[in-house]
């Protein structure tokens, strides 16, 4: 069964830097991408960053491609993200998702986890 579990988030101060992880269940790299999504309220859920099980191939949302990190461990099955020089504006509930192909669209992902909260101080 598909699981994945988010972990890291909390609150940092601006400027800071997070790193989130994405704990998945076995043989989940092999075969599905996994993305980071964010979802601020009253807003949509928005595609960060995904990764590809497989071979590690990645693609970012162009605004935050400076400032985030995809990587995985497949050892311990492990996606995780990191997030550099917070702002308040980055606060929001942190997802993945796993989806068959790459993609940034929420749409393509068919299991989620159930989030974590990052909140950013001024």
């Known amino acids: 069964q598909l699981q994945l579990v988010e972990s890291g988030g909390g609150l940092v101060q601006s400027g800071g830097s997070l790193r989130l992880s994405c704990a998945v269940s076995?043989?989940?790299?092999?075969?599905?991408?996994i993305g980071w999504f964010r979802q601020a309220p009253g807003k949509e859920r928005e595609g960060l960053a995904c990764?590809?099980?497989?071979?590690?191939?990645?693609r970012y949302l162009d605004s935050v491609k400076d400032r985030f990190t995809i990587s995985r461990d497949n050892a311990k099955r492990i996606v995780f993200l990191e997030i550099s020089t917070l702002r308040p504006e980055d606060t929001a509930v942190y997802y993945c998702?796993?989806?068959?192909?790459?993609?940034?669209?929420?749409?393509?992902?068919?299991?989620w986890g159930q989030g974590t909260q990052v909140t950013v101080s001024r």
């Open positions: 998702g796993a989806a068959h192909w790459i993609s940034l669209r929420s749409q393509d992902f068919v299991s």
């Open positions: 076995e043989r989940t790299l092999d075969y599905y991408s």
């Open positions: 990764i590809k099980g497989n071979d590690g191939s990645t």
